[in-house]
């Protein structure tokens, strides 16, 4: 089984912005539906962004308008642009697919938005 790979988090200020990347293991292919997931300290792993092949697109209410997810199908990677960050996004960031691949979780890429 292989793992999703996030990249792209840091350290920044409130009201700046992020990109992150997730590509999706080998095992898993014909992907319809790839998500964003984050998890903050105390709080339980939530969805905040999926996309439908490389159309349709749906958002947490905390983030919509701020985060813009999209995909590259034949690379089998998936992207979000994080604008405006506040501190309440600070999180782990994941992505998956939906229906969830629960084997393939991967390790996330840390935000951390702080002045």
């Known amino acids: 089984q292989g793992q999703f790979v996030e990249s792209g988090g840091g350290l920044v200020q409130p009201g700046t912005s992020l990109r992150l990347s997730c590509v999706a293991p080998k095992n898993i292919d014909n992907i319809a539906v790839m998500a964003w997931f984050r998890q903050a300290p105390g709080k339980q792993r939530e969805v905040i962004a999926s996309?439908?092949?490389?159309?349709?697109?749906n958002y947490a209410d905390s983030v919509k308008g701020r985060f813009t997810i999209s995909r590259d199908v034949a690379k089998k990677t998936a992207y979000l642009q994080m604008d405006n960050l506040k501190p309440e996004d600070t999180a782990v960031y994941y992505c998956?697919?939906?229906?969830?691949?629960?084997?393939?979780w991967g390790q996330g890429t840390q935000v951390t938005v702080s002045a």
């Open positions: 996309i439908i092949g490389t159309g349709d697109t």
């Open positions: 998956n697919v939906l229906p969830l691949r629960e084997d393939n």
